[in-house]
């Protein structure tokens, strides 16, 4: 069962059966069978789409920060800017993508240079980016609308097919997002929601349609993800947690640096992978740093994330609570000090709430584990540092390398934090944050590859690279009559022998440590459990297409969705799992 559940008071909102694997293998089918026609549409017509995507997420945005705020419990103000960040990008890449995947023309020898492109000798080297089909995004529950749409953009107007699987306490707007994305106009199986549980994820990933895997989440996820797709030798990008520091030294800008400090801790309730989590400050200003920081986490609002004047609400679940309240504890064997907070917290109507304070803990040990974890919610570690060199090292001390927010104004001093941080972008005086123009991911326990702008896109495309090195036609050879043939006056071939060749006893080699295959010579050998046979893909019906679609942009007010056809988002299934929201 997946249910959907308030964390501001623990009420249950909705309850869905998970897809059973008839109904699965389903999904599955019309995903495949939009993988063969989706991509023979052209770019203006995805343009066109996307950008009527964002106008919905627009025109909706009210009722669907609302289900945002019920379902995870961030405060209703930043998920109205949750909202507007997913039509920023759903805009970018529809303004960018004819860039990003135009063919990029090589000079080498194969290519004709400025003087010979009038040559009847035509000759080209390019690299072009194919989609490369079906992805599967395992996505979280902290950012439930932006995390999907910073895949989701990018890989509809590359042509590719998304498969969402969103984490379970957010089923609501997991189903809100498919129903924009079809409102939209996209056709058939070209995105969809599919209700299941982390279990069916390993069946999901072996099935041969599903080509790639993007997966935001905890490390252990990442790794299972990853080890799996490995193994089955598909493409795959992993965004994990974070430990990110908040460095401020001697020249840095005060009060812009406190103030700032605080909104990077407490972003989403504190429950974000790249807040900003150790706070790394130069002696010289330390006291007073501590003094104002501690204030400003003290004075935060806590209470119903429905109100507009509330800081902070609810952590996402129970278990997060409770991890939070082992972490603290943690930290306070290893000798730190709990200057604010530090403890569960009760609101107003919402004792049951999994409410907790913003808390600063001075003084943990460098080497002790909680100084190594990510910790999610609105919880800091303050740390006085002495010069460039300490503060690089302990920024460095984590097995973790998503981002860093550095506050000085010392040219030296950003050269060389630029440089010498193990990360995967560098912030300077301004908060780390996720923007669709720059590429965002991480190194070390952080995961690998990235999403945003065209490094993002260009993940789950085949860089393909094409030559043409063709002669004039008339220089062309022509063949010799049959009479006219010549013998050749190399030996003739000896018979095989019966003897292994050296190709043969290398090929015997390798055959060693191959897996012993249980499956027919047909199959790829897999050790995981495979799904039902796969059902035939149906054919889907055609969809109007627009011949020429609009260059400006549609008004929201007329977005009238259309209604579906009886079978249009239900698979064949008697289980009643899906539900259309229109």
């Known amino acids: 069962m997946i249910q959907s559940l308030n964390p501001a008071n623990g009420k249950l909102l909705r309850s869905f059966d998970p897809l059973t694997p008839e109904a699965l293998n389903a999904k599955l089918a019309i995903a495949a069978s939009a993988a063969k026609t989706y991509p023979k549409e052209t770019l203006d017509q995805r343009m066109f789409w996307m950008r009527r995507l964002a106008a919905l997420l627009e025109a909706d945005s009210e009722e669907l920060a609302t289900t945002m705020t019920s379902e995870m419990g961030k405060t209703l103000v930043s998920a109205r800017a949750e909202i507007a960040r997913c039509a920023s990008v759903c805009r970018y890449y529809a303004d960018n993508a004819g860039r990003f995947l135009a063919p990029e023309r090589i000079v080498n020898e194969h290519s004709d240079s400025p003087e010979q492109k009038d040559s009847p000798e035509q000759k080209d080297c390019y690299v072009r980016y194919d989609p490369l089909g079906t992805i599967l995004a395992v996505m979280p529950w902290n950012f439930p609308f932006w995390q999907v749409f910073r895949f989701l953009a990018p890989a509809l107007m590359a042509g590719n097919i998304g498969l969402l699987k969103h984490a379970s306490n957010v089923p609501q707007c997991a189903l809100a997002i498919e129903a924009l994305v079809r409102r939209a106009g996209f056709p058939r199986g070209v995105f969809q929601t599919l209700l299941i549980e982390a279990r069916q994820v390993e069946h999901l990933l072996n099935d041969p349609r599903v080509v790639a895997v993007t997966l935001t989440g905890s490390e252990a996820a990442g790794r299972a993800v990853a080890a799996q797709a490995g193994w089955l030798v598909k493409k795959s990008v992993l965004e994990l947690g974070g430990s ?194 720059l590429p965002f991911g991480g190194i070390k326990h952080s995961g690998y590859g990235r ?132």
């Open 244 to 437: 990110d520091p908040f460095i401020v030294l001697s020249s840095a800008n005060l009060d812009a640096a406190v103030s700032n400090a605080v909104k990077a801790r407490c972003i989403n309730n504190g429950q974000s992978c790249i807040a900003a989590k150790r706070f790394l400050v130069h002696e010289s200003i330390y006291t007073e740093f501590e003094k104002r920081f501690v204030a400003g986490m003290a004075d935060l609002r806590i209470g119903d994330p429905m109100l507009e004047t509330t800081d902070i609400g609810p952590l996402a679940t129970p278990q997060i609570l409770e991890e939070l309240l082992q972490q603290v504890t943690l930290a306070r064997e290893s000798g730190g000090r709990v200057l604010t907070g530090g403890s569960r917290a009760f609101v107003e109507d919402g004792n049951l709430g999994n409410y907790f304070q913003p808390t600063v803990i001075a003084g943990v040990m460098r080497n002790s584990a909680i100084s190594q974890e990510e910790i999610f919610g609105p919880v800091a570690l303050l740390f006085r540092i002495t010069s460039l060199d300490e503060a690089i090292a302990l920024a460095n001390d984590t097995p973790f390398g998503l981002a860093a927010s550095c506050w000085t104004t010392d040219d030296t001093e950003r050269q060389r934090l630029a440089v010498e941080l193990q990360c995967g972008a560098v912030f300077f005086n301004t908060p780390a944050a996720s923007d669709p123009r």
């Open 451 to 582: 999403e945003l702008s065209a490094v993002g896109m260009r993940e789950f495309l085949n860089t393909k690279t094409v030559v043409i090195a063709e002669l004039p036609a008339e220089t062309y050879p022509t063949p010799p009559a049959k009479s006219e043939v010549t013998p050749t006056s190399e030996p003739p071939a000896e018979p095989r022998s019966d003897k292994p060749s050296e190709f043969q006893h290398i090929a015997d080699q390798i055959r060693k440590f191959e897996p012993t295959k249980t499956s027919s010579p047909t199959t790829e050998p897999s050790p995981l459990a495979p799904l039902a046979a796969p059902l035939q893909p149906e054919p889907t019906s055609a969809e109007p297409v627009l011949a020429e679609p609009p260059s400006s942009e549609p008004d929201p007010n007329q977005l009238k969705p259309l209604e579906p056809k009886k079978d249009d988002d239900t698979p064949p299934s008697n289980d009643g799992s899906m539900l259309h929201l229109g």
